[in-house]
């Protein structure tokens, strides 16, 4: 059972360039949500989606893409990078139990240098 | 819309001493409260979370957090601390389905010997 994967573990992008990041789940989750973490900011959150084929904004959706086409997968895409988005990303899953999100289950995240 | 405050941004204590992370939430129902504990280089990992009843709740690894809803309080507590408890905690609070959590910005938990 691996859990969350996300893939790279590390990248480097020049300004203006586009990438994709990847985030697999195989614990059958409905909750997927994208966070970045920067130093004392804590995460904040990106994109989320409560299933297949619905997503969100968070509060720091701007500049980033997501699409939510099987349970498994949740990419998020940056559509042309700028310094301001060096940061590390996680991605998360969660199932939900009695209305409520049971708490959400990290990957190891995507450490992101734009340059 | 909901909001965390972690006080402390770094704490340390002796090895076998007591720990107590402070935190304070801001939202104006009963929200979904969790602790996460984050190892330098690593992804964060679930410690224990409060969706309603006992307000005394049980985690991982020892620890326990108590919910005051008078105070908007979560803090996080250990009797006794190990030196592997020397990481960042975030403590996060999620409102209606908790889809979205809103994350403090962490205490620093140093460990000396």
């Known amino acids: 059972n691996a859990g969350v994967t996300q893939t790279p573990k590390f990248q480097v992008l020049k300004t203006g360039q586009s990438m994709t990041l990847q985030c697999a789940q195989d614990?059958?989750?409905?909750?997927m949500s994208w966070y970045r973490q920067d130093p004392g900011m804590g995460l904040r959150l990106i994109h989320y989606?409560?299933?297949?084929?619905?997503?969100d904004q968070g509060e720091v959706p701007n500049g980033y893409n997501v699409s939510r086409s099987t349970t498994e997968d949740f990419p998020l895409r940056l559509l042309s990078a700028a310094p301001s988005q060096t940061s590390v990303y996680f991605c998360?899953?969660?199932?939900?139990?009695?209305?409520?999100?049971?708490?959400?289950?990290f990957g190891s995240g995507t450490r992101l240098t734009v340059v | 819309a909901q909001s965390v405050t972690q006080p402390d941004i770094h704490i340390t204590v002796s090895e076998g001493a007591s720990l107590e992370l402070r935190c304070n939430y801001s939202?104006?129902?009963?929200?979904?409260l969790f602790w996460y504990v984050q190892s330098p280089g690593q992804g964060l990992q679930l410690l224990l979370k409060?969706?309603?009843?006992?307000?005394l709740v049980q985690g991982i690894k020892g620890f326990e957090a108590e919910f005051k809803r008078s105070q908007s309080s979560f803090n996080l507590r250990k009797p006794s601390v190990h030196w592997s408890d020397a990481a960042e905690y975030f403590c996060?609070?999620?409102?209606?389905?908790?889809?979205?959590?809103?994350f403090g910005t962490g205490t620093r938990l140093q460990v000396t010997l």
């Open positions: 998360a899953s969660s199932y939900s139990r009695g209305g409520g999100v049971c708490g959400y289950t």
């Open positions: 614990m059958n989750h409905e909750y």
């Open positions: 989606s409560v299933g297949a084929g619905i997503t």
């Open positions: 939202y104006g129902a009963t929200p979904y």
């Open positions: 409060y969706f309603s009843g006992d307000t």
């Open positions: 996060a609070v999620g409102a209606g389905t908790a889809s979205k959590l809103t």
